[in-house]
């Protein structure tokens, strides 16, 4: 497994700190969509496709499904950790935003469900037995 592999989940990380980071005044209006909580899922998407982005290249790789299953829970816990993080880091840091616990749940609601849909995909693609050696395409 190469580092280049991991290279559009490092470039979402970095994106996503810099959205995370936006003073509030600089944060794009959506009123046009006029959907209530839309913010949330926002947060939701973007700590899915972390999450997602993170263990699809171990998914892709050789590796055992213990090993994987232990590294996707490992990114899971870590994507949750920094969605908590960046709440505080809005909170102290950065003008017009607040800390929200509710951010922080949609945070851990997507990046569980991005590990969850890896996880279906590995299945799918390697099959209930694990016969990793056929083509499953």
């Given amino acids: 497994m190469k580092v280049v592999s991991f290279l559009p989940a490092i470039t979402w990380f970095l994106i996503s700190v810099v959205l995370l980071a936006l003073p509030g005044d600089d944060v794009p209006s959506i009123d046009y969509f006029d959907i209530p909580y839309f913010d949330k899922l926002i947060h939701l998407g973007m700590f899915f496709l972390l999450s997602f982005l993170f263990c699809y290249p171990l998914v892709k790789s050789s590796a055992?499904?213990?090993?994987?299953?232990?590294?996707?829970?490992?990114?899971?816990?870590l994507a949750i950790i920094?969605?908590?993080?960046?709440?505080?880091?809005?909170r102290d840091f950065v003008r017009g935003r607040s800390f929200d616990v509710i951010d922080i749940?949609?945070?851990?609601?997507?990046?569980i469900a991005g590990v969850i849909a890896v996880r279906q995909?590995?299945?799918?693609?390697?099959?209930p037995d694990?016969?990793?050696?056929?083509?499953?395409n």
């Avoid at 920094?82 to 809005?90: A, C, I, P, T």
């Avoid at 995909?121 to 099959?127: A, D, L, P, T, V």
């Fill in 82 to 90: 920094y969605g908590v993080f960046m709440e505080f880091v809005q």
């Fill in 64 to 77: 055992e499904q213990g090993f994987i299953t232990s590294w996707c829970n490992r990114i899971a816990l």
């Fill in 105 to 111: 749940l949609f945070d851990t609601i997507g990046s």
């Fill in 130 to 136: 694990g016969n990793q050696g056929r083509n499953q």
């Fill in 121 to 127: 995909y590995y299945r799918k693609k390697i099959g």
